[in-house]
């Protein structure tokens, strides 16, 4: 089959097969196809959007382009959690040891941050020792013995995406929905879980920046999973502020640990446990009153954080975690605030921003390669509807870096707006699925 046919058939509004999916892609990445023509085909798909049909194919043709975990000798419902990203979010090391004290099995492979959004990996490696790269050998068996594992994703899994997202990238074809639809579910599904739930983020610090935009997304990943078999499950929630108050890795970690106490912002602690319900609810079979006094008890109880503790130890992780907590992570040697110049009510919160200054002051990285200062981010101290007197701290700034805090202060300062005007508390959860 030629290019220039699949091409001209997407371009006409017409569904393209499996088969020639498969030639589309298969041929990409064995350097058949020139990347010129899967440019074109993706700026069809890009104005004609794929079918539902044709994003089940596709999710699936990629997901077989690299290797998959088998989590099938595991016991227990195989839980997994997707978030498209976000600033402050550090869910998944909430979520996860509360799944896994509640017999849930917790099997993820989670990425590192870029840009303004956090990553998983970085935050998990700011503590002393852990490891995010294990042997498939050594990730079933953590996971078999304590409920839960966290690895950085690796390039064999689903290799087909990763280049067919180098060229959307650079061919304006990123924000298209099938495509990042398809993108997330191949790299879910080649992981053996029985069950995922996706957070959707939605607002000025998301990818996704209107809400109907993230329903349509949550939708599609959910029948792409349903299609091939998953139990779906999803939320969309808000990301016009940072989630919770941390951004930066070894502050993020920290707010992680209070949460698990208990002791958690009351935004990031309700996120984390409506995720974790929607997973009992779906897994068990429970209404949603049972489930969430299931995880109330577990934090209440200290299970929570022990298994928290067992988890950061079985993979590396300093084992002075358990008596010392957020004492043994790294901390910045400067600290500052950043204060109102004017009284009044937190109107807007430009979140996309306050990553970015998290980032310049090298919590995150612009490119892959990249280093990141574990120590360095900054604390929120005032959210969308609070009230702040001229003068008081709007965030404060933890850093390593004066000429970094330079170039970071500006950028936060002129991400709050503050209102003369009473404003209403931001709405933090849209819809659950």
């Known amino acids: 089959m030629r290019m220039y046919d699949l091409i001209k058939k997407k371009r006409d509004n017409e569904e393209n097969t499996r088969e020639e999916l498969a030639e589309i892609i298969n041929g990409y990445v064995e350097g058949r196809i020139p990347d010129y023509q899967v440019s074109a085909w993706l700026m069809a798909v890009y104005f004609n959007h794929l079918s539902p049909g044709e994003r089940y194919n596709l999710t699936e043709i990629m997901a077989e382009s690299g290797d998959r975990i088998d989590l099938s000798k595991l016991d227990g419902i195989k839980v997994d959690k997707h978030s498209t990203g976000g ?108 069950l995922i739930i996706l957070d959707v983020k939605t607002g000025n610090g998301a990818f996704m920046k209107d809400v109907s935009e993230a329903m349509v997304l949550a939708e599609a990943m959910i029948d792409i999973g349903k299609r091939h078999g998953r139990i779906m499950g999803a939320i969309v929630s808000d990301m016009n502020q940072p989630l919770g108050k941390a951004v930066g890795n070894s502050l993020e970690v920290k707010e992680a640990i209070e949460t698990l106490k208990g002791d958690g912002p009351e935004d990031l602690s309700k996120i984390c446990k409506t995720i974790t319900s929607r997973m009992l609810q779906l897994a068990k079979n429970i209404e949603k009153a049972k489930a969430d006094e299931m995880i109330d008890n577990v934090i209440d109880s200290g299970e929570a954080i022990k298994k928290f503790e067992e ?78 007197e001229k003068g008081d701290s709007l965030a404060k700034i933890f850093f390593n870096d004066r000429e970094k805090y330079m170039e970071s202060v500006k ?23």
């Open 87 to 194: 600033v402050g979010d550090k869910v998944t090391l909430i979520i996860g040891p509360i799944a896994a004290s509640l017999g849930l099995t917790f099997a993820k492979l989670s990425g590192r941050g870029l840009g303004h959004t956090g990553g998983t990996i970085d935050k998990l490696e700011s503590i002393p020792g852990f490891r995010t790269s294990l042997s498939e050998k050594e990730f079933i068996e953590n996971v078999k013995k304590h409920g839960i594992a966290v690895v950085g994703q690796t390039g064999k899994i689903a290799p087909a995406d990763k280049k067919l997202y180098a060229l959307r990238d650079v061919t304006a074809t990123v924000d298209e929905i099938s495509l990042i639809a398809s993108s997330i579910m191949s790299k879910k599904l080649s992981i053996g879980s029985d």
């Open 311 to 388: 988890f950061i130890i079985a993979q590396g992780g300093t084992s002075e975690i358990r008596n010392k907590g957020s004492k043994v992570l790294p901390e910045a040697k400067n600290k500052e605030s950043v204060c109102s110049n004017k009284s009044g009510y937190i109107k807007y919160i430009q979140t996309e921003n306050i990553g970015l200054a998290s980032m310049l002051l090298g919590a995150g990285r612009m490119r892959k390669e990249d280093s990141i200062d574990p120590s360095v981010g900054i604390v929120i101290e005032k959210k969308i509807g609070d009230y702040v």
């Open 411 to 433: 950028l936060i300062k002129d991400s709050f707006e503050v209102s003369d005007e009473h404003v209403e508390k931001q709405r933090l959860i849209y819809k659950i699925y």
